[in-house]
């Protein structure tokens, strides 16, 4: 079986290393090249490259985005080539994902690709795959800000960008997530999501409700209070004691706009 390779580096050295070092594999073919996290999204989308030999540190879109802005089914086996220090070398080791630390040694580098080998002989790069994904999730939850939502349903996992989320309702300690019309459900509580999330985007209108300024379409007035629309038709109850940030964005809605 010939295994066919895609690498991704922003600087040409680091290419023209891993190319160097696979140059006398005969079961393994260079496909492609990228030079940065656009470009592998869509060469890994375009060649479907059995392996990738990922750059993690890239300006725009680092490794890691790449891996999120990709399906499941459109993951390959990942190889990360890193400059990352010992201490953040455990969260790769623990989740078994390989890893090359640069500057590449020949020795390091045969090691690498006798694991790759075993891992397609061994019928276990489905596997490989799910322990990338679990590896980003605990990267998502590490996070100070939270800029995406990972979503687990079944052997799926999907990555929801936050400012795309339109509402968050509470439901004991699971949320439901809704984006243009979706439902999505993950297990949180809403006062820590509402500590990570961005206060300029996202605001509490009720003790069970967040909604993204962002995504308000209509703002309806009752003797009850307000009820907003979302662009995708979420109904979100505004309480008395949330009403400042929504009387606030009557008043000025322009700071709120991007």
């Not at 750059?55 to 080539?81: A, C, I, K, R």
């Not at 078994?96 to 590449?104: F, Q, S, T």
Request: glycine share 8%; aromatic share 6%.
């Amino acid at each position: 079986m010939t295994l066919r390779i895609l690498i991704v580096d922003d600087e040409p050295l680091g290419l023209a290393g891993v190319r160097s070092l696979l140059a006398d594999e005969p079961d393994m073919e260079v496909v492609g090249e990228a030079r940065n996290g656009q470009e592998a999204v869509a060469r890994i989308r375009g060649l479907r490259p059995d392996v990738v030999f990922l750059d993690v540190q890239m300006p725009g879109m680092d490794g890691f985005e790449v891996l999120e802005e990709l399906g499941t089914e459109e993951l390959p086996l990942v190889v990360f080539v890193t400059a990352f220090d010992r201490y953040s070398l455990q969260a790769f080791e623990v989740h078994a994902v390989d890893y090359l630390l640069k500057p590449l040694t020949r020795h390091r580098f045969a090691e690498t690709l006798r694991h790759v080998r075993r891992t397609f002989e061994g019928r276990e790069a489905k596997a490989a795959q799910q322990r990338v994904l679990a590896f980003l999730e605990g990267l998502e939850q590490q996070r100070e800000r939270l800029d995406r939502f990972v979503v687990r349903s079944g052997d799926r996992i999907q990555f929801l960008r936050a400012r795309e989320v339109e509402a968050i309702e509470a439901t004991g300690n699971y949320m439901h997530l809704y984006r243009g019309g979706e439902s999505h459900m993950i297990r949180e509580t809403l006062g820590a999501l509402e500590q990570r999330l961005d206060p300029a985007c996202f605001v509490r209108t009720h003790r069970s409700w967040i909604v993204n300024l962002e995504a308000i379409q209509e703002l309806r007035v009752s003797e009850g209070g307000y009820t907003l629309v979302t662009r995708g038709g979420t109904r979100v109850p505004v309480s008395k004691g949330h009403r400042e940030p929504i009387d606030a964005l009557l008043k000025d809605p322009l700071p709120h706009r991007r």
